[in-house]
C-alpha cells in the first residue's frame, strides 16, 4: 500500500450559480471507473483468474494486458483535463485484480508523472476483483483506510463470495474528506432476484456512514462506485434515502448528482438496448450548503467522448469494451467512467496559479 503525499492546488475561474458572479475558485475533481477486469496474465492460485491467463478461456496475453494498461491511462488522464488541464485527484476503481495491476497502472507513461499513490484491500470475491482508490498526493493525505466485508449468504446459507467496501479517510487541502469506494452485487439472475443482495450492500454503506457520523459530527462523505443499481432504485432511494433535487435534502439523506442524469437518459452502460446509469457519486448534505471555507458540489458527469464508443453498427453509441463475451474487441470497459467536481472559493490573497 502506497501513502506518500503532499499539497498542491489549481486554480481556475468559473461562474457559479449560487454566488452570482464571476469568482476564483479552487477545484479538485473526482472519478470513478469501472475497469472492466484489469487482471495481470499470471495465474494466481488463490482467486479464480484462469480464464484470464494466456492459456485461458480469454487469452489475456501480455500484449494485451500492456494495451490495457495503456487505455485505461488514457482515459484517467483525460477524463477531467478539459477543466483542470490535467487527471483527476482521486479516482475511484473496480474490477481490478490486485496491486501489481494498480501500480503497473499509475506508472504508465501517460500517468506516472501524476504521482498517485494506491490503497487497496484483496476482497474475498469469488471472481478475484476489488475495489480501489487512487490518489494524489498533492491533493489528498490518507489518515486512516479500512476494509469493510459484506457478509451474504443463499438460502440454503452457502456465503456467496463478494467485494469489501472501502472506507478512507484524509484531508483534501487540509479539509477532513471521507471517501467510501463500493462495488455492490450484480445482477446475475435478474434484477428482482438479485436486489435483496443490493439492499444488503447498501445497508451496510449505510452502518458506515452512521458510524463516521456518529464518530466524526457532520462528516464529509463521498460514495462512489458502481451500485448495480440505477438512482431510482430502492437500493439508493429506500435505504440510503438518496435525492435527486437540492430542495428535497435533509440531515440524513444523501445527495445524488446522478440523478438527474438518469432522468435524462443518460447512462454509464447499455445492456439490450437499455442504458443503466449504475456508476454514481453519492454526497453528504454538507457538500451542498453555501460555500463558506471547506470544498463544495460544483457538477457532476458521465466520461463518454467517441474514442471510448463503438462507432458502427447495432451497438453505436455503446462503451467499446474490452470482451464482448469471450471475444476480445481491444476496447477500453464496457462501462464509462463518471466524474465529480468540488469548488471552494480562493482566498484573494493567494490565487495566483
Known sequence: MAMRYFFGLILFTIFYSNAQ?????HVRAIAFYNVENLFDITNDTLIFDDERTPEGTYRWTNTRYKKKIGAISRV????SSSVTSTSPDLIGLCEVENFKVLNDLINAPLLIKKDYGIIHFNSPDSRG???ALLYKKAAYHPT??????LLLFDDDYNRNYTR???VVGGYLDGEKVYLIIIHWPSRRGGEAFSQPLRKKAASLTKRIIDSLNNQHFNSKIIVMGDFNDDPKNASLKKVLRTKGQLDHLDSISLFNPMENLFKKGIGSLAYRDKWNLFDQFLLTPNFISEMKNGYTFW???VYNPLYLQIQNGRYKGYPLRTYGGTTYQGGYSDHFPVYLYVIKKADPGNSKK
Open 299 to 301: 457538477k457532476a458527469g
Open 21 to 25: 458572479k464571476n469568482s476564483t475558485y
Open 164 to 166: 469489501d467496501q472501502l
Open 129 to 131: 476483483i476489488d475495489v
Open 76 to 79: 484517467i488522464a483525460n477524463i
Open 144 to 149: 486512516s483506510f479500512k476494509s469493510h466485508r
